[in-house]
């Protein structure tokens, strides 16, 4: 059973810095994406950034040049997320997400999240 347990997070003021993990253990193969979402109180979840295992990553553009995303393929296989300059708007939960792709079928795993609040 795979399970992300996601840890940092927490209140941060504006143009400050945070730093979140997201840790998952069980079967992992390499076949994955590792990511971030997060979701702010009565909108959608949305993407914030995922990264492959080659490390090709991807990035929502209302977070280009503030956030960086990382993962340890070791034995960790964690996902970190560094967040500089933040804006009260990047407060919301941040959820980890893991995809396994076996098959041509992807298998979506989430973490319970973790909040992220950017006091002005």
């Known amino acids: 059973q795979v399970q992300l347990v996601e840890s940092g997070g927490g209140l941060v003021q504006a143009g400050g810095s945070l730093s979140v993990s997201c840790a998952a253990s069980?079967?992992?193969?390499?076949?994955?994406?590792m990511g971030w979402y997060r979701q702010a109180p009565g909108r959608q979840r949305e993407l914030v950034a995922i990264?492959?295992?080659?490390?090709?990553?991807?990035y929502a553009d209302s977070v280009k040049g503030r956030f960086t995303i990382s993962r340890d393929n070791t034995a960790k296989n964690t996902v970190y997320l560094q967040m500089n300059s933040l804006k009260p708007e990047d407060t919301a939960v941040y959820y980890c997400?893991?995809?396994?792709?076996?098959?041509?079928?992807?298998?979506?795993?989430w973490g319970k999240g973790t909040l992220v609040t950017v006091s002005s």
């Open positions: 997400k893991l995809q396994i792709w076996r098959g041509g079928n992807a298998m979506d795993y």
């Open positions: 069980g079967i992992i193969f390499s076949t994955n994406i």
């Open positions: 990264i492959g295992y080659g490390g090709v990553t991807n």
